[in-house]
Antibody, heavy 120, light 111 residues
Framework: EVQLVESGGDWVKPGGSLRLSCAASGFTFTNAWMSWVRQAPGKGLEWVGRIKSKTDGGAADYAAPVKGRFTISRDDSYNTVYLQMNSLKTEDIGVYYC???????????WGHGTLVTVSS | QSALTQPASVSGSPGQSITISCTGTSSDVGGYNYVSWYQQHPGKAPKLMIYEVNNRPSGISNRFSGSKSGNTASLTISGLQAEDEADYYCSSYTSISTLELFGGGTKLTVL
C-alpha cells in the first residue's frame, strides 16, 4: 500500500523558517518525481514545486511565489522528501500536501497534508 | 501567472450528467495534453480522476471522462451520484514560469 506521510507543520512568525518532511512507502521512491502542493484555508490548490529523481538529474523547480525562499530536497536512503521554507509570509498559510507525479503531470498519490500557520 | 478558469459551482440531479470547464491559454491547456482533474471532499486530500486529458487511473469509474478543445478542457460526470458531491480542480502543465497550474476549483452540488 502506498503511503505518503507529511510532518513538520507548525505555527511560525512572519520571516521565520520551517522544514516539512514527507516519508514515502509502498512504491519505488528512487524513481519518483516528488511534488508539494498547498491549499490556503477555504481556497484552491496551488503547486509549490517538485524534485526529479536522481536518475533524471535530481533538479528542483519552484512556483514563482516561493522561488528563492523554498528549497525541496530528497534523501533516497530514507525515502523522504523535504520542503525547507524560509522567509515565511502570511500568504504561505495553508495545508501542504506531498504528492507524486505519477502520470505525466497527473498526481496520483497524495499525503494527508500538514498545516502551516504564519502569524505574529 | 493566473490560475486556470473554472466555474465556481455546478449542480445536477442524481442520474444526470454535468460538465465542468477549465479554460487556459495556448501556453498550458491548449498547448499540451497534460491536463488532469482532481476530486476533493471536505477535509480530504485531492484524488486524481483524469490524467493526460482523457485517461482514468485504475479504479476510477468510467462515469468520469475528460476532453479538450482548443484552450478549454472539460470533465464530464455521467449518472450523477450523491457521493460525487465535492470540489473539482483541473490542472495543466505550463511552459511559462510556474510549471503547473491549477484551476480555481468548482463546487459540484448533487441536488
Amino acid at each position: 500500500e502506498v503511503q505518503l506521510v507529511e510532518s513538520g507543520g507548525d505555527w511560525v512568525k512572519p520571516g521565520g523558517s520551517l522544514r516539512l518532511s514527507c516519508a514515502a512507502s509502498g512504491f519505488t521512491f528512487t524513481n519518483a518525481w516528488m511534488s508539494w502542493v498547498r491549499q490556503a484555508p477555504g481556497k484552491g490548490l496551488e503547486w509549490v514545486g517538485r524534485i526529479k529523481s536522481k536518475t533524471d538529474g535530481g533538479a528542483a523547480d519552484y512556483a514563482a511565489p516561493v522561488k528563492g525562499r523554498f528549497t525541496i530536497s530528497r534523501d533516497d536512503s530514507y525515502n523522504t522528501v523535504y520542503l525547507q521554507m524560509n522567509s515565511l509570509k502570511t500568504e504561505d498559510i495553508g495545508v501542504y500536501y506531498c504528492t507524486t507525479d505519477q502520470y505525466n503531470h497527473g498526481y496520483g498519490y497524495w499525503g494527508h497534508g500538514t498545516l502551516v500557520t504564519v502569524s505574529s | 501567472q493566473s490560475a486556470l478558469t473554472q466555474p465556481a459551482s455546478v449542480s445536477g440531479s442524481p442520474g444526470q450528467s454535468i460538465t465542468i470547464s477549465c479554460t487556459g491559454t495556448s501556453s498550458d491547456v491548449g498547448g499540451y495534453n497534460y491536463v488532469s482533474w482532481y476530486q476533493q471532499h471536505p477535509g480530504k486530500a485531492p484524488k486524481l480522476m483524469i490524467y493526460e486529458v482523457n485517461n482514468r487511473p485504475s479504479g476510477i469509474s468510467n462515469r468520469f471522462s475528460g476532453s479538450k478543445s482548443g484552450n478549454t478542457a472539460s470533465l464530464t460526470i455521467s449518472g450523477l451520484q450523491a457521493e460525487d458531491e465535492a470540489d473539482y480542480y483541473c490542472s495543466s502543465y505550463t511552459s511559462i514560469s510556474t510549471l503547473e497550474l491549477f484551476g480555481g476549483g468548482t463546487k459540484l452540488t448533487v441536488l
